[in-house]
């Protein structure tokens, strides 16, 4: 019904796919998701926009975020296998027969400029974002940019190394920080105690030492892994995203122990550490963002 | 004698000071080099500039390289404990009296920009630069832009973790890919039978088997450290300099052989490994092209 100026960013993921309608200031006006399982998600992400589009009018541009290395033209994404049929290659400008161009981004790359724009890194230049989950992703922004290397790869923080004597990872990292902290491998790492990190770090809370040492091991892990990225990369701050930051306090506060003792702090800067602020809608934040910023809008 | 349009690229180390004259196309037209210990070294610099300005006429512009964490404002190295006192603050612009205002870049990066300008990685836009030697530094440039960071600190290879139970390094980092790698500790890593790489490579090229296993070693953590860094920072080449770097193919061709089973190559893209072409010449190239950027002049 409305004709109010809007954006819309859209955060396809592995079951469902998120679409918001945002001003260009960054409110939202509207949110819609669907199923993206089955063969037909492409017709139900075309869906999405146009429910959202016959209720708000046309938006003025449309951004996309998704899983997998995006194309350097910022298209379509490049390389994604498994999930997702049809989506390697799949240009979105066609496919969503948009007038303007419509920008496809890495789905944490594009979580990192949602929370640099409305999130808990606001205003921020330097910032990293580690999601802890399933596995473990990220991004990076450096000196106000986002980076994304050669082949739109950069962010990929699961697979740096913590042991270079260890198993391989998915990709052949050695001992990687994915498998240390993921909950993929919460099963392997506590003798099939745990399949959930949720669970575990509830009863770390209580008290049982089998959790409590697990969880120790879990968090030093993640500190190792962040200082490795704080020297490479030198954030203001980094960010943690995902099921397993959900965990709040209980992960921040030994973090920030064990970051006392293993961050480097020239002139005493000291990186600041936080959770996320946009939750699962922190991609399709990203990905309007991206699309205002493209076709040079105006952002209040 | 000659009044060749010139720029003055500086590189400040710990024992030396060199200069290069260059054109603004990046041909050297002189150099000059002096030394740097004792407590005159500000001097001494003064003296290098003066004496090829004798010489040439006065530079177009003037860039100056050197160790610590640069200001962000570029005027000054901000953070330099220990080495070169008075080099903390120190405005380069009005100690040298420059007419325009003199860039000041920490070493590392002005290496790296001096490889992407005149070097081993000419036209790259995602490279990565490891020096190994006593210790290990480096610097990286993501999307055709060098990375500063938030303390000007990014790039600091030497301090990610391989082995996040180590013991900590110079900054608190568990178990290095300083300590893994770096000359100072081979000592340590070969009950004191090594001091030097050089030799440790002469020897395990002769088969002697304690040299052949450390030097494997040494390999095998520097691949490690390196995909980390492919799969954090996604670069289309990775260039190694310093000392270490002189191996040539003794380093290089085993470490192709570690990255064959370590690296994370989407696609097919495998990341080009190659040493690094300006030799100790590369900071002073950088620092060149650095003020030349900055005060808009064209490069031929």
């Known amino acids: 019904m409305s004709a109010r100026e809007h954006v819309l960013g859209l955060d396809l993921g592995g079951t469902r796919v998120k679409a918001l309608a945002l001003t260009p200031g960054g409110e939202v006006i509207a949110r819609e998701t669907a199923p993206s399982e089955g063969s037909d998600w492409q017709e139900r992400v075309k869906g999405v926009v146009a429910a959202l589009s016959e209720r708000l009018g046309p938006p003025l541009v449309i951004g996309v975020a998704a899983p ?56 921020e230049r330097d910032v990293l974002l580690l999601t802890l989950g399933t596995g473990l992703g990220g991004a990076a922004m450096v000196d106000g940019r986002l980076l994304r290397g050669r082949v739109g790869r950069a962010g990929h923080f699961g697979h740096i190394t913590l042991d270079a004597a260890g198993a391989p990872d998915i990709v052949n990292t050695p001992g990687s920080l994915e498998d240390a902290v993921g909950n993929h491998s919460l099963p392997r790492r506590s003798g099939n105690r745990y399949t959930d990190t949720a669970t575990l770090v509830r009863d770390a809370g209580r008290g049982e030492p089998l959790a409590a040492a697990i969880w120790s091991r879990t968090v030093r892990d993640l500190a190792a892994g962040m200082v490795s990225l704080i020297n490479a990369f030198d954030p203001a701050v980094i960010l943690v ?27 005493g800067h000291r990186v600041r550490i936080a959770k996320a602020g946009l939750g699962d809608l922190a991609g399709a934040f990203g990905a309007a963002r991206r699309a205002l910023d493209l076709h040079g809008f105006h952002i209040p």
């Open 241 to 267: 995203g995902g099921g397993i930051a959900e965990a709040g306090d209980a992960l921040l506060r030994p973090l920030a122990g064990e970051l006392d003792r293993l961050e480097w702090r020239p002139a």
């Open 68 to 123: 997998g290395l995006a194309a350097s033209d910022e298209r379509s994404i490049a390389s994604m296998p498994g999930r997702l049929p049809g989506l390697e290659g799949l240009d979105w400008s066609a496919w969503l027969e948009a007038p303007r161009g419509v920008p496809v981004l890495n789905d944490a790359h594009a979580a990192l400029l949602g929370e640099v724009w409305q999130g808990a890194a606001r205003g």
